[in-house]
């Protein structure tokens, strides 16, 4: 941590320079003797990307930023306010503190934070931004947070871990016996100091697969940002052994939707079928990834199109949690027929479709936008259709 870079001038700079080229930067060079160009544009370019996910830290003068990867991997602040919510009491570790922004607002529910930290720099950055937001009851700790727990005869209220992969197989399936710290070898290690823990992970991680390997989890938060899953958090309880509850989460501007389910009961709920109706429903995300199915058919009193086509109906309009759309026509899937109808854009969706939304729109020659949402999926009887539909 170079604090030359916190010069009032050199901090005068990089403001001025938010928006310029850094690579342009990289050749012409800086005039700072004690701070170089490189560390100047890393400053930069983590800032930059602090504008909308951090605004809290963007907005603070004087915090020092680490390289732009440790801001794209951290919470951002809208979930990191969200599950400081959640929990509450006297004293919390964050095991994988890193750039300390879940810590910051787990400091605003409990009395004591510790952020644990095992990299020198990142570790002291956590530790002096902390400073210079105001939070004085964080403690900073540049050591293995399990290695602490293994020793320690401390009891703390919760233990948060957010682990990371050791490989990039981003875009595929992983375990959580991939990552650092590997929380399933290390459960008797972390329930020997608290009773309750909260684990961050990717929305990639399976649900199945998250309750076998974690044992003992409580709950389930599937939480979105604007309609995108961003992560998982798995609540554990020392010892809880039935059925976890799904809370779907989707965090907006404007509102926090919610859609809560058991997942034992799910597999034992039988939904209602119908042909499409007045209106048409679509599930946002977070219960997309949920898989609540039949809960969302059976609690909103909505009918399934078909088993796999995940796509809901009915006549009266309800207030429901996802895309709601009033449908204008119906139609079979004809190439043919489809394009009498004339439309020369489209939003296109696909439910349980042999095509893709590409070959389709190449097919319809149809440009993407505008008033009109095309459905193409499966009804109850097996047929392909296309539900021309309106956002309601």
């Avoid at 939480?223 to 309880?237: Q, R, T």
Wanted: aromatic fraction near 10%; charged fraction near 25%; proline fraction near 4%.
């Amino acid at each position: 941590m170079n604090k030359a870079v916190l010069n009032k001038d050199v901090q005068e700079f990089i403001n001025n320079h938010m928006d310029s080229d850094v690579s342009a930067m990289i050749f012409k060079g800086t005039r700072f003797p004690k701070v170089e160009t490189k560390e100047i544009i890393e400053q930069i370019e983590a800032k930059k990307k602090c504008r909308t996910k951090l605004p809290t830290w963007f907005q603070t003068e004087n915090i020092y930023y680490p390289n732009k990867l440790n801001i794209e991997q951290t919470s951002s602040e809208i979930t990191a306010s969200y599950k400081s919510k959640l929990i509450s009491g006297a004293s919390l570790i964050d095991l994988t503190g890193g750039f300390g922004v879940d810590c910051f607002y787990f400091s605003k529910a409990f009395k004591k934070v510790v952020h644990f930290e095992l990299n020198p720099q990142l570790s002291a950055l956590a530790e002096y931004n902390f400073k210079v937001l105001g939070i004085d009851t964080i403690e900073t700790k540049n050591i293995d947070g399990i290695e602490y727990l293994i020793n320690t005869k401390t009891h703390f209220d919760w233990i948060y871990i957010d682990p990371s992969r050791r490989h990039d197989n981003k875009g595929k399936v992983f375990f959580l016996n991939d990552c650092l710290p590997n929380v399933p070898e290390h459960l008797e290690t972390i329930f020997n100091a608290t009773n309750q823990v909260m684990v961050k992970t990717s929305p990639l991680l399976d649900l199945t697969m998250g309750i076998h390997e974690l044992k003992f989890v409580k709950s389930i938060y599937i939480v979105a940002v604007n309609n995108e899953v961003k992560e998982l958090l798995w609540i554990l309880e020392k010892n809880h052994h039935h059925s976890p509850t799904i809370k779907t989460v989707n965090l907006t501007k404007e509102s926090t939707i919610t859609f809560d389910f058991v997942l034992e009961d799910e597999k034992t709920q039988e939904p209602l079928y119908s042909k499409p109706l007045a209106y048409l429903y679509e599930p946002n995300a977070a219960i997309m990834k949920a898989g609540a199915f039949n809960s969302i058919s059976n609690q909103f009193k909505v009918k399934k199109l078909q088993k796999h086509s995940h796509l809901y109906t009915s006549n009266k309009l309800i207030d429901f949690p996802g895309r709601i759309f009033k449908i204008e026509q119906i139609l079979p899937y004809h190439i043919k027929s489809l394009k009498k109808i004339h439309l020369k854009n489209g939003n296109i969706s696909t439910r349980n479709f042999p095509e893709s939304v590409q070959q389709i729109r190449k097919k319809l020659n149809l440009k993407d936008g505008g008033e009109h949402y095309l459905f193409f999926t499966t009804d109850i009887d097996l047929k392909k259709i296309v539900i021309i539909s309106s956002k309601n």
